[in-house]
T-cell receptor, first 115, second 114 residues
Framework: GAVVSQHPSRVICKSGTSVKIECRSLDFQATTMFWYRQFPKQSLMLMAT?????????EQGVEKDKFLINHASLTLSTLTVTSAHPEDSSFYIC???????????FGSGTRLTVV | GENVEQHPSTLSVQEGDSAVIKCTYSDSASNYFPWYKQELGKGPQLIIDIRSNVGEKKDQRIAVTLNKTAKHFSLHITETQPEDSAVYFC?????????????FGTGTRLTIIP
């Protein structure tokens, strides 16, 4: 089945620094990938839709200059949290849909802790 | 936009008993309804899904039912086992292979009591 690989699984960074999270579709090409944020004991909230070769579409309230998304190839999307602050600490999850199937496959998530 | 409500938020059942989680959606155009299981510290895993042209789907101990008229769908887990303990999310989407977006329910924490 479709596999989405996400790295790193955990990252700790200092306030003011930037962190990059990678999301790869391993056995299919994904023209669209999705980035979610999940706070403890809460549901997944869509942050942005990443489109290969074009600009990402951000959900209302998500700062596009803070959460930079790049989808440079059909198998890789990256999320960069710029000038991170403690309130950016969260669980970030990517997702992609194999065009041959209806289901959406999720990555294993990245636990970001900003100290 | 789409709004998905999920109940209950927590559910404890004795091992071997059945568990039922219910969701309602608001947009009648939604046509794809997946269910995800999320274990602690991991991403969601698809466990079963149903399309709007089907009323029920079953995969071993897991089944999903859909009532399009009432705009609700349910997850049924029979013969529950300790490894079924996790958080379960329902979702709905208007899947037209174009501008689509998955809307999640609020989640149900299922605990199986040995």
């Amino acid at each position: 089945g479709a596999v989405v690989s996400q790295h790193p699984s955990r990252v700790i960074c200092k306030s003011g620094t930037s962190v990059k999270i990678e999301c790869r579709s391993l056995d299919f090409q994904a023209t669209t990938m999705f980035w979610y944020r999940q706070f403890p004991k809460q549901s997944l909230m869509l942050m942005a839709t990443s489109n290969e070769g074009s600009k990402a579409t951000y959900e209302q309230g998500v700062e596009k200059d803070k959460f930079l998304i790049n989808h440079a190839s059909l198998t890789l999307s990256t999320l960069t949290v710029t000038s991170a602050h403690p309130e950016d600490s969260s669980f970030y999850i990517c997702s992609a849909r194999d065009p041959g199937h209806y289901g959406y496959t999720f990555g294993s998530g990245t636990r970001l802790t900003v100290v | 936009g789409e709004n998905v409500e999920q109940h209950p938020s927590t559910l404890s059942v004795q091992e071997g008993d059945s568990a039922v989680i219910k969701c309602t959606y608001s947009d009648s155009a939604s046509n794809y309804f997946p269910w995800y299981k999320q274990e602690l510290g991991k991403g969601p895993q698809l466990i079963i899904d149903i399309r709007s042209n089907v009323g029920e789907k079953k995969d071993q101990r897991i089944a999903v039912t859909l009532n399009k008229t009432a705009k609700h769908f349910s997850l049924h887990i029979t013969e529950t086992q300790p490894e079924d303990s996790a958080v379960y999310f329902c979702a709905a989407i208007i899947s037209n292979f174009g501008n689509e977006k998955l809307t999640f329910g609020t989640g149900t924490r299922l605990t199986i009591i040995p």
